[in-house]
């Protein structure tokens, strides 16, 4: 999706995590510091996060004149895998639960830095999921038009629809209308499919 935007839209490739802060007294991580300090006006960059939409409550329509949020959500056999993945390979990090399969990753309580990513712990990791992915096409239900939900398997395989979608969404024509290589950078060498799973 940022390479999409970057090639077609002419927005920075390049982006800025949305940051979490974690606090130490025991409360719930927050980003509401970082989204409080985003400008009113509206600037072609892209923030990326991983956070549940309860992190957001109360910042949407505030936010709703100066960004637009694209949800991408992909097949959960994947998402589960990939995961899983990521986690057993954390590099020192503590990314979440390391199991040996992805049945036991999916049934494991969430633990380490996906902890920081929603306001409560869900009771496992599919749980997590299936909570995120909820929320979040619910939220680009709304009327209100700030959260266009666009499936990663539609980016692969409908490119020129979904790319219309995109457009719609930001009320601006693309420059272009190229599908990114999958050997740019930001792209893992696995990624670029859908049934990784």
């Not at 036991?104 to 920081?116: E, V, W």
């Not at 939220?139 to 398997?153: F, W």
């Amino acid at each position: 999706m940022i390479n999409t935007l970057a090639l077609n839209f002419r927005h920075s490739a390049l982006w800025v995590d949305v940051e979490t802060s974690a606090t130490a007294d025991g409360r719930a991580p927050t980003i509401t510091p970082f989204l409080d300090a985003l400008p009113d006006a509206p600037f072609a960059n892209v923030l990326k996060s991983h956070h549940s939409v309860e992190m957001f409550q109360g910042r949407l329509t505030r936010l709703s004149d100066s960004i637009h949020i694209f949800y991408v959500y992909r097949d959960g056999r994947d998402v589960m895998t990939s995961f899983w993945r990521f986690a057993n390979d954390g590099g020192g990090i503590d990314e979440g639960p390391r199991r040996d399969s992805v049945g036991a990753f999916m049934s494991a309580p969430p633990s380490g830095r996906t902890l920081l990513f929603q306001t409560r712990p869900p009771a496992d990791m599919l749980d997590r999921w299936i909570n995120h992915v909820t929320h979040w096409l619910d939220e680009s239900e709304r009327p209100n038009g700030i959260v266009t939900a666009v499936r990663y398997e539609d980016l692969i395989e409908d490119f020129d629809n979904t790319l219309d979608v995109i457009a719609e969404a930001l009320g601006a024509a693309a420059f272009h209308r190229a599908k990114p290589s999958l050997r740019l950078a930001s792209v893992a060498p696995w990624r670029g499919w859908s049934g990784n799973w």
